[in-house]
């Protein structure tokens, strides 16, 4: 009985990951679906953070933030990371490669970025288990790339790999910021999507010459929704609350299912059949980023030295 409040919050985690992962996979197909048809990067990422922020200013207005608390530099690394950066180089990488890219390399393969700027800023160490674990995501991100540069080159499809890397790189970089902010996950998520239609509203309308009416009425309709509400809000509240509940590392682990989520619905939705190769790596993805939370959940339940070794 003595276990049951504590597991409480370890169980509202789960649930809060699983429906980030439901959330991102959808999203990366929905993204996909805008930046190959009518829409640009630039108009999505407009999408997404100005209709995010007609809901969500009000929480900042009600919660002063403590900007001396947060520290200016975490807070800029917050509102980047999950920002307009991490937007524009996400959408524009989907213009060359499909979705089950995305689901991999980005939102799979985030969980090493987080273990990785863990390990430099704030000297985690990593089991075996989870050093296993990153080389086997390293291995599936080298089948997704090395598949796009041999067989898809003249598509583009590298190009878009290596901006999803970068994007899971600068999403990283915010979960780690937001784990050591000490603010709320409503006021994280308010956080990054007003000060980014702050930013990026005036920079689209001045210089980008938006073009959202190239876009038909239920076009427009789906990005709205599933831009503006169901990624910016619920899903960066969801991972916010997972984040608070589980660590950044464990949270961020529920990106790996992900692309098992993307391939499913890219294959129904936009008829994209990932190769052999792709499939492959998205299999080491997954099987490296459950390795990774599995070693450190062993170290954190106090096992036996010789099952969970601090590497140096």
Do not use: K
């Amino acid at each position: 009985m003595s276990q049951t409040p504590q597991r409480r919050p370890w169980v509202a985690g789960v649930l809060y990951g699983l429906a980030v992962a439901l959330i991102w996979s959808g999203w990366s197909v929905a993204t996909r679906f805008a930046v190959t048809t009518s829409l640009r990067p630039y108009d999505v990422t407009f999408l997404r953070f100005a209709v995010s922020a007609l809901f969500l200013w009000p929480v900042l207005a009600r919660n002063r933030l403590d900007i001396r608390r947060i520290g200016i530099v975490r807070l800029l690394v917050m509102a980047l990371g999950a920002g307009v950066p991490f937007m524009l180089l996400a959408s524009s990488g989907m213009r060359f490669a499909p979705a089950s890219h995305v689901a991999t390399l980005m939102i799979g393969a985030m969980p090493i970025w987080v273990a990785v700027l863990s390990g430099l800023l704030f000297g985690e160490r990593f089991t075996r288990r989870q050093l296993c674990g990153m080389a086997a995501v390293v291995a599936g991100v080298l089948c997704i790339g090395g598949y796009a540069l041999l067989a898809n080159r003249a598509a583009g499809e590298w190009r878009g790999d290596l901006l999803f890397l970068l994007a899971g790189l600068c999403f990283a970089a915010f979960t780690v910021a937001q784990r050591r902010s000490g603010i709320s996950p409503w006021q994280a998520t308010a956080l990054v999507n007003v000060s980014s239609a702050i930013l990026f509203t005036p920079i689209y309308f001045l210089w980008l010459e938006p073009d959202l009416a190239s876009a038909s009425a239920g076009e427009l309709a789906l990005q709205v929704v599933a831009q503006g509400v169901v990624v910016a809000i619920l899903g960066m509240y969801c991972y916010a609350q997972a984040v608070q509940r589980l660590g950044a590392p464990r949270a961020a682990m529920f990106g790996a299912l992900a692309p098992a989520f993307a391939v499913i619905i890219g294959m129904l939705f936009l008829r994209e059949i990932p190769a052999w190769t792709t499939l492959a790596g998205i299999g080491l993805v997954m099987a490296g980023v459950a390795l990774v939370v599995a070693g450190g959940r062993a170290r954190a339940a106090g096992l036996p030295a010789r099952e969970a070794p601090a590497a140096r």
